[in-house]
């Protein structure tokens, strides 16, 4: 996929966030949660009291890919209460959700994906969670320029329906920050931002301390946090400097860790890279 070659409105806003921002004397309004699916817990409300037990502000919910009843896992009303009566119990917030529906059906170009998206804003709404995550990965990876038109057009009813639900959609994917401002610029609603993962964009040859900084935390609804295989700290991304553009631009949400388990024990591995996670950010309070 080649770069646009005109600059977008969205373009020029971004060029607002590239000066270096002042730290502010306050701590930073970040809050550090987890995926389900990388508790090995998806679309299970068991991962609420796991992700408490490690010290997690909060967990990222799935919703299920299974629908042989025409639902999502978690479209139903005990799965509801389970989830509610876990983060009550627990006392850490719902950091998200995630309709990893679309790895089946893709949004560029299958008319059923709508429908999950449009069951996930309800389930997100009701569970209370800001941002819903739209993955575009494996056979629904954005490769041409017709991918991004299809789902731009899928997107600017249901980011609008998003936002009327106190809902954003965040988009996750393996195409530039460029091209992802090209479809918010398309769709044109505060329903849709770019959920940032650095380790995606190093991943597909990105820049993400140039994209960071050239996005800025108004196009940003959430962050993941990875350098998988490796334990945080120690692979090829330089967290810290990554941290601290994550504050500087003023972000303010959840930036939850999508990090693998490098040992297999899950509860430690996980532990290890919140502990670490923790005591970058606490040089920033």
């Known amino acids: 996929m080649t770069d646009p070659t005109r600059m977008t409105r ?27 699916w990388n508790l090995r817990k998806g679309a299970d409300p068991s991962s609420v009291a796991l992700a408490a037990s490690i010290g997690f502000d909060g967990v990222e919910i799935s919703f299920g ?6 639902r999502m ?5 005990e799965a509801i209460a389970a989830y509610k009566s876990a983060f009550r119990e627990h006392k850490i917030a719902i950091a998200g959700t995630c309709v990893d529906r679309l790895h089946v059906n893709c949004l560029a170009n299958d008319p059923e994906s709508a429908r999950w998206v449009r069951d996930s804003i309800r389930l997100t ?4 969670a800001k941002v819903l995550l739209l993955p575009f990965f494996g056979d629904c990876e954005l ?18 329906e998003a936002a009327g639900q106190g809902v954003v959609l965040g988009l996750e994917n393996t195409i530039s920050a460029e091209h992802n401002a090209r479809i918010l610029d398309e769709v044109d609603s505060e329903g849709l931002k770019v959920y940032y993962d650095p380790g995606n964009s190093m ?3 990105h820049d993400p301390y140039k994209e960071l900084r050239w996005l800025g935390a108004a196009r940003i609804c959430q962050v993941h946090i990875k350098d998988n295989p490796h334990y945080l700290g120690e692979g090829l991304l330089r967290w810290p400097e990554l941290l601290q553009m994550i504050v500087e631009i003023g972000f303010e949400g959840f930036a939850n860790l999508e990090t693998s388990s490098p040992s297999g024990d899950v509860r430690a591995d996980m532990g290890r ?12 309070s």
């Open 203 to 205: 991943n597909w040859g």
């Open 65 to 70: 890919r299974k629908t042989d009843d025409g």
């Open 143 to 160: 490769k041409t320029r017709a991918d991004l038109s299809g789902v731009a057009a899928a997107l600017r009813g249901l980011a609008r």
């Open 273 to 284: 890279n919140l502990r670490y996670i923790r005591s970058e950010m606490n040089k920033f």
């Open 10 to 36: 969205r373009c020029l806003l971004g060029a607002a966030f590239a000066a270096p921002v002042l730290l502010s004397a306050a701590p930073p309004k970040i809050r550090i949660g987890v995926t389900d």
């Open 73 to 77: 896992p978690v479209d139903r009303p």
């Open 125 to 128: 709404r009701e569970l209370g």
